[in-house]
């Protein structure tokens, strides 16, 4: 049984910073890319960021890029998003996702694998 287990959601104010982890389970994540998508009230599924789980490469969204960072620690089976300049307009439900090949990938339909969820709230 596949688990993705997010956490590190919360409140913040408009210019902070939150660090959410995903970790992943019952998988052998060495080959798999690993992605992070939001959902805001309203509005569809949108991608975040991906990196590869081998090699370390990286996309992240232009609403994002140079404010949003994801890595990964391959010992713990783990992927991180960094978020630093927190804009209200990032409130959202933040998801992480195993995808089902070795390259990052932008569409959720690359993706096997859900988290649950972790809510993200910046204030203004």
């Known amino acids: 049984q596949v688990q993705l287990v997010e956490s590190g959601g919360g409140l913040v104010q408009a210019g902070g910073s939150l660090r959410l982890s995903c970790a992943a389970s019952?998988?052998?994540?060495?080959?798999?890319?690993m992605g992070w998508f939001r959902r805001a009230p309203g509005k569809e599924r949108e991608f975040v960021a991906a990196?590869?789980?081998?090699?370390?490469?990286?996309y992240h969204a232009d609403s994002v890029k140079g404010r949003f960072t994801i890595s990964r620690d391959n010992a713990k089976n783990t992927v991180y998003l960094q978020m630093n300049s927190l804009k209200p307009e990032d409130t959202a439900v933040y998801y992480c996702?195993?995808?089902?090949?070795?390259?990052?990938?932008?569409?959720?339909?690359?993706?096997?694998?859900w988290g649950q969820g972790t809510q993200v709230t910046v204030s203004s």
């Open positions: 996702a195993s995808s089902v090949g070795s390259l990052p990938t932008t569409h959720p339909s690359g993706y096997d694998y």
């Open positions: 019952g998988r052998t994540f060495s080959t798999n890319a």
């Open positions: 990196i590869s789980w081998s090699i370390g490469r990286t």
